[in-house]
T-cell receptor, first 111, second 114 residues
Framework: QKEVEQNSGPLSVPEGAIASLNCTYS??????FFWYRQYSGKSPELIMS????GDKEDGRFTAQLNKASQYVSLLIRDSQPSDSATYLC???????????FGTGTSLTVIP | SAVISQKPSRDICQRGTSLTIQCQVD?????MFWYRQQPGQSLTLIAT?????????ESGFVIDKFPISRPNLTFSTLTVSNMSPEDSSIYLC???????????FGPGTRLTVL
């Protein structure tokens, strides 16, 4: 089992809709969770970090964490074509003190 | 967050040669990491660059192939040695103030080996 799993997509949503990106992780002791956005040909850039159960909002982005279900998600409200990118979930695990990335979900926002 | 630069931004190299990639940060950072991202794939950690000591390599990566230096808290290099086409990839450095802390990435080096 991989440490971090994401649906690779591609995920397509119309402009203005809510995009929902999901991520599961295997290490129950994980403490830190991150979402990165990566445009084609560019390096990953941090969107949000979340450490506690519940929701964390930042502008159009909301991260949701459920440690009991070992699940973290990212919601993008009012999706824009400029949101089209690959979204990487990253988890910092306690075991081995390691930072693991998922394989990423490709999102396309259709004008 | 820190400003991170990498040199070169891209290169095309011949099989059997070596390339050294530089990563420079505008402020002192505790942790520096080197990743590889092969086409269409996610990030794979190569090693943690330790200041003043040998790098810590992940499974599948060895010092002879990927020697790393970190002479101070703002600079590191990764060398890709005796390159083959399978080494064609994007190489990324990242920085963090602690191993468990948020990582920030440099712009990457796109390497093509012919």
């Amino acid at each position: 089992q991989k440490e971090v799993e994401q649906n690779s997509g591609p995920l397509s949503v119309p402009e203005g809709a809510i995009a929902s990106l999901n991520c599961t992780y295997s290490d129950r002791g994980s403490q830190s969770f991150f979402w990165y956005r990566q445009y084609s040909g560019k390096s990953p850039e941090l969107i949000m970090s979340i450490y506690s159960n519940g929701d964390k909002e930042d502008g159009r982005f909301t991260a949701q964490l459920n440690k009991a279900s070992q699940y973290v998600s990212l919601l993008i409200r009012d999706s824009q074509p400029s949101d089209s990118a690959t979204y990487l979930c990253a988890v910092n695990t306690n075991t081995g003190n390691q930072f693991y990335f998922g394989t990423g979900t490709s999102l396309t926002v259709i004008p | 967050s820190a400003v991170i630069s990498q040199k070169p931004s891209r290169d095309i190299c011949q099989r059997g040669t070596s390339l050294t990639i530089q990563c420079q940060v505008d402020s002192q950072v505790t942790m520096m990491f080197w990743y590889r991202q092969q086409p269409g794939q996610s990030l794979t950690l190569i090693a943690t660059a330790n200041q003043g000591s040998e790098a810590t390599y992940e499974s599948g990566f060895v010092i002879d192939k990927f020697p790393i230096s970190r002479p101070n808290l703002t600079f590191s290099t990764l060398t890709v040695s005796n390159m083959s086409p399978e080494d064609s990839s994007i190489y990324l450095c990242s920085v963090a103030q602690a191993r468990t802390d948020t990582q920030y990435f440099g712009p990457g080096t796109r390497l093509t080996v012919l």
